[in-house]
């Protein structure tokens, strides 16, 4: 008697079959590894932007409430003008 792997079923050996078989689960398993690498990236990226996001609306709120105080400064010299000129 021979081995499994070299009785043969019509041309096709039992171990080109398994080999067949091993090659394309290593094909898939690579595949499924980049596939999630991928993913974790597009999220690592995705926080990424969210974190960035919110940091510039921070600083678009600081902003906007440092031009209010010098609008309020602005309007304080115009009036301290107008009261030292009608004086």
């Known amino acids: 008697m021979t081995a499994i792997e ?4 019509k041309g096709i050996t039992v ?13 898939v398993a690579s595949v499924m590894t980049t596939y999630f690498n991928l993913q974790n990236n597009m999220n690592q990226l995705r926080d990424r932007q969210e974190t960035t996001d919110r940091v510039n609306e921070i600083r678009l709120k ?7 105080i010098l609008q309020q400064q602005v309007q304080e010299i ?6 030292i000129t009608k004086s």
């Open 78 to 83: 115009k009036y301290n003008k107008q009261l």
């Open 15 to 27: 171990k080109n079959i398994i080999v067949t078989v091993v090659s394309t689960a290593s094909i």
């Open 62 to 68: 600081v902003l906007e409430s440092q031009i209010n």
């Open 6 to 9: 070299h009785q043969e079923l």
